[in-house]
């Protein structure tokens, strides 16, 4: 079949699709198409041609023939290079190559255990600032703080810099990070690159401070490796190995190589986490039996023993369960790397690809009463091929390398919430349900939660 004879939504000429696609809500309408046109359609955003897919194995069988077959979109690739953020995320082919294997020995379990006393001492100074904003009896705002939690996490151990944005008033990175990923997906999507004189001044300051931030973070590196030569043949986290990787010869590794993955980290580690414990607090609860059953699991647990946070079968399959119906990245494009077919479709190379990675997770006929949250269902024996429908992290050779980080962040964030904390509410802007709201990743718009200190046992 030929890509013109897939169906799909009627678009005007020239605009195409665009004016039925509000972006902040473009995985649910691009979800809607799919339960209307199939499991492959077509739609256009101005002159781009997209095939969608939402078949799981379909899907995961072009992520899996990456780099060489499929790649992400040139628009990507071009926009962090403009933004200073081009690193192992959107690097391809040799580039990528050279880095994914930094970035995963970087966040591999090893390294992850070692760096555990630090993620208690950071989730010790979170425990503390909810407890003050129990006690001023305060509303929070879940994502702005959940922010500041995995940005102190994910440059505790990338980078080996203890940040501490959780107890800072000062303007924090955050601050600045907040404003890239939106611009991003704006960029992305827009039907002509209308965002050059746009937007352009506009984020110029975030960026700029961001490209500080990143530079200090390469400097103090530098600064324990003079001090501690051993370090370039030991690095003790990902920066490290990639400045010592940049300073060997022939490495085809440069300065940009080192800050654009610093810059990536940030950013992949920072809205994903956060927004997936926020879904996560939402939904636990909306359910307060799941919610009864882990607070039941944390009970009694060590939280400073790496073995009893790892463990936690119930708060993990909550875990899932969140990813599944909330998955924070609900949309992975993809670009076709040469000419090839995908589910019987010709693809000529250069073809835009849009992965719809939640329907199959929500489809009646692979999970069982689908829409609702059930965590019990993660202890069936189809587990792990339910994990292979949902995929999360992705899959293939690109898979997520934060997720082992991601996991038992989450694990240890929602262990201090439950052992200290009763959740009072968790409230939306206008009181009904969360409302999905997509800027690269998807979000709850304008959570707040209100705690009270938990009597001790
Ligand atoms: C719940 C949290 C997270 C979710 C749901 C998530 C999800 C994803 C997804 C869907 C991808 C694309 C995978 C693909 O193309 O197949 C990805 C890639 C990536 N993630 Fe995560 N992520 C999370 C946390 C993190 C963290 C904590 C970090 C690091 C601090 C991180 C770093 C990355 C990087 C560097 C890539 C690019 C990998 C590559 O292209 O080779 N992520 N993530």
New binding site residues.
Partial sequence: MRISELPGPRGLPFLGNVLQLEPSQMHITAEKWSRAYGERFRFRIGPREIVVLSNPETIAAA?RERPDGFRRTPRLRAIAKEMGFN???SAEGDA?RRQ?PM?MAG?DPGHIKTYFPALVKVTERFKLRWQRAAAAREAIDLQADLMRY?VDV?AGL?FGADINTLESDAEVIQIHLDKVLPALFRRLFSPFPSWRWLEERRLGRHLRALHAAVAEFIDQARARMEANPQLRERPGNLIEAMIAARDTEGSGLDDGDVAGNVL??LL??ED??AN?LAWMIYLLHRHPEALRRANQEIQGKDLQKYEEVSGLPFIDACINET?RLK???PI?MLEAARDTAVAGIEVPEGTLLMCLMRAGATDERRFPDAHAFDPERWFSKNSNSSKRVAM?????P??????Y??IL??KMAIAMLLGSFEIEAVTTPDGGEARECLAFTMAPAGLRLRLAARAKA
């Fill in positions: 992520l690193g192992v995320f990528w994914r970035v966040f995995t994910t990338a990536t980290m992949a580690g994903t986490t997936t990813m998955p924070v990245a992975l999360p992290f992705g899959a293939g690109r898979l997520c390398p934060g997720r980080l991601a962040e989450m």
